[in-house]
């Protein structure tokens, strides 16, 4: 079976051609980053405008590097929700269309089932059942996943998603959108001993997670100070360790309170190289294997929607023209 993914959630265009035997084909992801960036978060009307610019060209390069005929593609998978709705119903009309042209069957996905299951693509892939902890600009989510289709929210943020707050505190400092990675890099630069910022919601028991506290904590705190790079970088120290520290915390929790040994990180907060040398003290201390898919799979891409997709077209198809998106789509009512 060979599966083209198309995701459109936001402002990356990204397409894969996946094959069941022989693993990921080819993918290419067009990122609307210098379209955004003059705004300083995503456009919606942009992002849908870019996507409808943009898919066809994606598309025709996917399919060229993988050296096949679009006649030998089983099925189209697209991302159907959450995310913009303009952006997600180009993805999913461009599906429709071409799964009617070339009498293939189409299917709609969760955009953070894929997330869930984009290290399934890497070597060594992690075996069911794990613990999933989900970053990303819209979620922040430690989900136990037994299988494809069931999963158990375990927490999850009650405010800003921890991306989010990374976006956010990047604007407060100047930095360019998005603020995550521009953030990380200007932490190089801040004096460890300078702030110490609280780790919201971990001296209580719980798996959720809040950062908008943490937020006004570091606006208030720039606002005491002169607002020089020094200020800034030592801020996004200490706000970037509060974070890493907090998902640290409740990513050990949630192994002490399931057992399982194999933790799973997605989303784009997941490229944080912080992060993840702090993690590697799970691997110590309590035995801990922790799966990474490579870096441009950790952020929006196509791979992990064919990838799902593939999985999910195995159990049947969406047999219906009607183009549905689901901008809001609470990933506990998803079915096995
Ligand atoms: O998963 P993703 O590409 O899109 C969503 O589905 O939201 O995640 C994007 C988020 C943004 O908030 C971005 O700032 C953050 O991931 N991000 C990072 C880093 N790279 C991306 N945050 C912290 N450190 C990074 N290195
Ligand atoms: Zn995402």
Redesign the pocket.
């Known amino acids: 079976m060979r599966i083209l993914g198309i995701e459109t ?2 402002d ?1 265009t990204g397409v894969a051609l996946f094959d069941a035997q022989l693993g990921l084909l080819a993918h290419a992801t067009y990122s609307q980053t210098t379209t955004h960036a003059p705004y300083g978060g995503v456009v919606p009307e942009l992002a849908s405008r870019d996507h409808t610019h943009k898919l066809l060209a994606v598309i025709n390069t996917v399919i060229q590097e993988a050296e096949i005929a679009p006649r030998t593609i089983d099925g189209i998978a697209y991302t159907a929700g959450p ?1 913009l709705n303009g952006a997600l119903l180009v993805g999913a009309a461009f599906a429709k269309a071409l799964g009617y042209a070339w009498n293939i069957p189409t299917i709609g996905i969760h ?1 953070m089932e894929g ?1 869930l299951l984009a290290a399934m693509l890497e070597e060594p892939a992690p075996t069911f059942p794990f613990i999933s902890l989900l ?5 922040t989510l430690l989900v136990e996943v037994f299988t494809i289709g069931k999963y158990k929210i375990l927490g999850e943020s009650l405010d800003d ?4 707050a ?2 956010k505190i ?1 604007k407060l400092l100047g930095l360019p959108y ?4 521009a ?2 890099k200007l932490a190089e630069e801040g004096d460890p001993k300078r702030f110490h910022f609280p780790r919201p919601l971990t001296n209580r028991a719980g798996l959720d997670f809040s950062f908008s506290g943490l937020k006004t904590f570091a606006l208030n705190t720039f606002q005491g100070t002169n607002q020089s790079e020094q200020d800034k970088a030592d801020i996004a120290y200490a706000f ?1 360790e509060a974070v890493v520290d907090t998902l640290f915390i409740k990513c050990k929790r949630a192994i002490k309170a399931t057992g399982l040994n194999r933790l799973v990180i ?10 993840r040398s702090k993690l590697t003290e799970l691997t110590t201390s309590a035995g801990t294997v922790i799966y990474y898919p490579r870096l441009e799979f ?3 891409n196509g791979a992990m929607i064919a990838y799902a997709g593939y999985q999910r077209l195995k159990l049947g198809s969406d047999p219906t023209l009607e183009i549905h998106v689901h901008p809001r789509w609470p990933m506990d009512t998803l079915k096995k």
Not at 135 to 139: K, P
Not at 161 to 164: I, K, R, T, W
Not at 266 to 275: C, D, K, P
Request: hydrophobic fraction near 25%.
């Open positions: 959630s936001c990356d995310g955009h997330h970053v990303s600009g819209g979620h998603a921890a991306g989010e990374f976006d990047g998005p603020g995550g990675p953030l990380a970037q997605a989303g784009g907060v997941g490229a944080n190289q912080r992060l950790c952020t929006d």
